[in-house]
Antibody, heavy 115, light 112 residues
Framework: EVQLVESGGGLVQPGRSMKLSCAASGFTFSNYGMAWVRQAPTKGLEWVATISYDGSSTYYRDSVKGRFTISRDNAKSTLYLQMNSLRSEDTATYYC????????WGQGTLVTVSS | DVVMTQTPPSLSVAIGQSVSISCKSSQSLVYSDGKTYLHWLLQSSGRSPKRLIYQVSNLDSGVPDRFSGTGSQKDFTLKISRVEAKDLGVYYCAQTTHFPLTFGSGTKLEIK
């Protein structure tokens, strides 16, 4: 059974940093690209970042470029999202999912950016 | 960016009725490999999104054949036949052909 388990969310002050993790199991993690998708409260889904299967390529939405870094550790089957200079508009539930076809989603981890 | 225009924003239907949701993209979603990366997701209340259909018309395992996806290039449709109570939630179309990946704004399906 495929599982994606996000962790690391919580309350953080504007301007501070936070690192999210997503532990994957049930498939060969190192064979697939992965992505983070977020959902602000009561809003729709918004893609954040994607990383290739080997970590050599990364892609970001414009609003997080230079602030967020997606990475992975294939030996640990874990995906990460380092978020720096957080803003109130980054408040959302963050999901990890596999690309390219979004077959699996984690349960999400809530990040609240507030003073 | 590829804009995904999803309509209607909400639907209220009786059990047993059929419904269709439209998703139109601002650019063709055909990738250089010839495949069209347009998918349909359902997010039930308080839950994570769940994929129903991938690459326009391929049903995920366990998804009843009351669900069907059609379309090509820039115009796509999700049809739900004989709606059941468990079908309620928000449906999203999503494209993974072009970066940035984008989603429709969602269609909330309610049961009368």
């Amino acid at each position: 059974e495929v599982q994606l388990v996000e962790s690391g969310g919580g309350l953080v002050q504007p301007g501070r940093s936070m690192k999210l993790s997503c532990a994957a199991s049930g498939f060969t993690f190192s064979n697939y690209g992965m992505a983070w998708v977020r959902q602000a409260p009561t809003k729709g889904l918004e893609w954040v970042a994607t990383i290739s299967y080997d970590g050599s390529s990364t892609y970001y939405r414009d609003s997080v470029k230079g602030r967020f870094t997606i990475s992975r550790d294939n030996a640990k089957s874990t995906l990460y999202l380092q978020m720096n200079s957080l803003r109130s508009e980054d408040t959302a539930t963050y999901y990890c999912t596999r690309v390219r076809n979004f077959p699996y989603w984690g349960q999400g981890t809530l990040v609240t950016v507030s003073s | 960016d590829v804009v995904m225009t999803q309509t209607p924003p909400s639907l209220s239907v009786a059990i047993g009725q059929s419904v269709s949701i439209s998703c139109k993209s601002s650019q063709s979603l055909v990738y250089s490999d010839g495949k069209t990366y347009l998918h349909w997701l359902l997010q039930s209340s308080g839950r994570s999104p769940k994929r129903l259909i991938y690459q326009v018309s391929n049903l995920d395992s366990g998804v009843p054949d009351r669900f069907s996806g059609t379309g090509s290039q820039k115009d796509f449709t999700l049809k739900i036949s004989r709606v059941e109570a468990k079908d309620l939630g928000v449906y999203y179309c999503a494209q993974t052909t072009h970066f940035p990946l984008t989603f429709g704004s969602g269609t909330k399906l309610e049961i009368k």
